[in-house]
């Protein structure tokens, strides 16, 4: 079997295919030997696809203190929000909770993963209008947790997520928020929830681009892990 990772991976070296690619992890992230002797060339590869067909990256350094400034003005707005006039109240507290949301989600991430002895590359646009902040993780350092510590640091962003939504309804809440606003973040913080856990399914009925989310991710290594 090594035989035919070293193949595979001395193709991929060459010629990168992120298909073909990941494929590969998959089968190699079943075995502990191979991803010691391995995990170095993977890495490698996977950040020069990543480098290949990503615009605008920045440090971990600098995107993660644009998070903290974006977070922080976040938590500003919701301070403001109640001594201004009842419309205004109400779109502050929206527009810190959709701040929010954007600034915890890496953080949370960054935070987990370096806890779990992750690395990190860089920060680039994601999302399906490429406009979300993101952090790329260094797949070696990935690769080389364990699957228990990959599902932990999944699952720190939908956590962080739910998180920035339940904040935003709150803060609303206590702070006599027009009932447009308030309404507003409740059904966001119940589609919230409920879209962090459903790519899973969603994969299952046929849109593959969810395999990309944190909960497809998630159980994704609980279930490797129940089977390493």
């Given at each position: 079997?090594?035989?035919?990772?070293?193949?595979?991976?001395?193709?991929?070296?060459?010629?990168?295919?992120?298909?073909?690619?990941?494929?590969?992890?998959?089968?190699?992230?079943?075995?502990?030997?191979?991803?010691?002797?391995?995990?170095?060339?993977?890495g490698r590869i996977d950040?020069?696809?990543?480098?290949?067909?990503?615009?605008?990256?920045?440090?971990?350094?600098?995107?993660?203190?644009?998070?903290?400034?974006?977070?922080?003005?976040a938590l500003l707005l919701?301070?403001?929000?109640?001594?201004?006039?009842?419309?205004?109240?109400?779109?502050?507290?929206?527009?810190?909770?959709?701040?929010?949301?954007?600034?915890?989600?890496?953080?949370?991430?960054?935070?987990?993963?370096?806890?779990?002895?992750?690395?990190?590359?860089?920060?680039?646009?994601?999302?399906?209008?490429?406009?979300?902040?993101?952090?790329?993780?260094?797949?070696?350092?990935?690769?080389?947790?364990?699957?228990?510590?990959?599902?932990?640091?999944?699952?720190?962003?939908?956590?962080?997520?739910?998180?920035?939504?339940?904040?935003?309804?709150?803060?609303?809440?206590?702070?006599?928020?027009?009932?447009?606003?308030?309404?507003?973040?409740?059904?966001?913080?119940?589609?919230?929830?409920?879209?962090?856990?459903?790519?899973?399914?969603?994969?299952?009925?046929?849109?593959?681009?969810?395999?990309?989310?944190?909960?497809?991710?998630?159980?994704?290594?609980?279930?490797?892990?129940?089977?390493?």
């Open positions: 079997m090594s035989r035919t990772v070293e193949a595979r991976l001395a193709e991929l070296e060459k010629f990168p295919d992120e298909v073909e690619f990941y494929r590969l992890v998959a089968e190699v992230k079943r075995s502990r030997s191979l991803i010691e002797r391995y995990a170095e060339r993977i950040a020069r696809i990543f480098t290949e067909r990503t615009g605008l990256r920045v440090s971990v350094g600098t995107g993660t203190a644009a998070m903290l400034l974006l977070g922080i003005a919701l301070v403001l929000a109640p001594s201004m006039r009842a419309g205004l109240h109400g779109l502050l507290v929206i527009s810190a909770t959709f701040m929010l949301m954007t600034a915890l989600h890496p953080i949370a991430h960054l935070l987990a993963g370096r806890a779990l002895g992750m690395r990190f590359l860089f920060y680039f646009l994601n999302g399906p209008a490429r406009v979300e902040p993101t952090l790329k993780v260094d797949y070696t350092s990935y690769l080389r947790s364990s699957p228990g510590a990959r599902a932990a640091m999944h699952l720190s962003g939908i956590i962080a997520s739910i998180l920035a939504t339940l904040i935003g309804f709150l803060a609303a809440y206590l702070s006599g928020a027009p009932a447009f606003a308030k309404n507003l973040l409740l059904l966001l913080l119940i589609l919230n929830t409920l879209f962090e856990f459903s790519p899973p399914l969603l994969v299952k009925l046929g849109f593959r681009g969810f395999r990309k989310s944190d909960a497809y991710r998630f159980f994704r290594e609980l279930k490797l892990r129940e089977e390493t």
